[in-house]
């Protein structure tokens, strides 16, 4: 039974479904953004940032994932990204909550040599200041689901990559549907 959760790691199903659940936060964001006019801030800007990121590792894993060693790796940088969305979504779930100042300027702070801001404004633009984020069902924040969502997102990386190098076999076998 372990020994099957940990070639689950090294399916693409697996990593399409994180693919397909960063869609989705992608989307979910998007939606309020431009159809309930929820601008986002810079730290909103840098959270999607870290969603999309979440989406080019599992397309990548996607194409390497049959290999042990690159499987570990894919999850280890999942794990990471993980939590670096923790990091940014409670920051901006501390600066929602008046528990910290915020700092947060209209400018994302993207590096030169990729800045998504300029190239996908429409999705990597901020359009507010920090300090808010809307309310979503049972009683949360977006901030809060966020936080949430890294949880999630760290669990799935250490649990995968933790059942893949305990339980892993060294060759997976080749099938259509994996």
């Known amino acids: 039974m372990l020994s099957f959760a940990a070639n689950i790691c090294r399916s693409s199903s697996y990593w399409l479904l994180i693919f397909i659940a960063g869609l989705s936060l ?8 431009y159809q309930l006019g929820y601008g986002p801030c810079v730290l909103c800007i840098e959270i999607r940032a870290v969603v999309f990121l979440i989406m080019l590792i599992s397309l990548l894993a996607m194409l390497l994932c049959r290999y042990r060693v690159l499987a ?8 990471a990204a993980g939590v670096l969305l923790y990091f ?13 100042e915020s700092a947060c300027g209209f400018k ?6 990729l800045p998504l801001d300029i190239w996908l404004p429409s999705v990597f633009e901020p359009w507010e200041a920090c300090g808010y984020t809307p309310m979503l069902w049972l009683d949360i924040t977006m901030a809060e689901a966020l936080v949430y969502c ?5 669990a799935t990386g250490v649990l995968m990559l933790a059942t893949n190098l305990l339980f892993g076999k060294k060759k997976q076998p080749t099938s259509p549907f994996s």
Not at 26 to 33: H, K, N, R, S, V
Not at 90 to 95: A, F, G
Not at 150 to 154: A, C, F, K, R, T
């Open 26 to 33: 992608e989307l979910i964001a998007l939606y309020f953004q």
């Open 72 to 79: 570990n790796l894919m999850n280890l940088a999942l794990s």
């Open 88 to 100: 940014k979504a409670d920051l901006l779930l501390r600066i929602e909550r008046n528990q910290v």
């Open 108 to 113: 994302a702070d993207f590096p030169q040599w």
């Open 150 to 154: 890294s949880y999630g997102v760290i």
